[in-house]
Nanobody
């Protein structure tokens, strides 16, 4: 069973950058579609970005397009989320997610807090 651990969150000012990492253990990382989701206080968890097994195909929520970049390193069982030009509305707990290629959810990480001050 795959286990996911996120890191890299923090408190930053608007306009700053952060890079989140999610390391997977167990299972076969290269066969999982990987994604990032976030949940702000009082809101539903929402999709941020995901990446195909090869890393060649990426998808983003409209709210982060042009600012966030998802990537993966299959040799290190790690998926990244580079977040640039952060805005206060990006404040949330960010969760890493693994899915089978058919879209079945396999695991969630424990989350990492990102707080952006204005």
């Amino acid at each position: 069973q795959v286990h996911l651990v996120e890191s890299g969150g923090g408190l930053v000012q608007a306009g700053s950058s952060l890079r989140l990492s999610c390391v997977a253990s167990g299972g076969t990382f290269g066969t999982y579609r990987m994604g990032w989701y976030r949940q702000a206080p009082g809101k539903e968890r929402e999709f941020v970005a995901d990446v195909s097994t090869s890393g060649l195909n990426t998808y983003y929520a409209d709210s982060v397009k042009g600012r966030f970049t998802i990537s993966r390193d299959n040799a290190r069982n790690t998926v990244f989320l580079q977040m640039n030009n952060l805005k206060p509305e990006d404040t949330a707990i960010y969760y890493c997610n693994a899915q089978s290629v058919s879209g079945s959810p396999l695991a969630w990480g424990q989350g990492t807090q990102v707080t952006v001050s204005s």
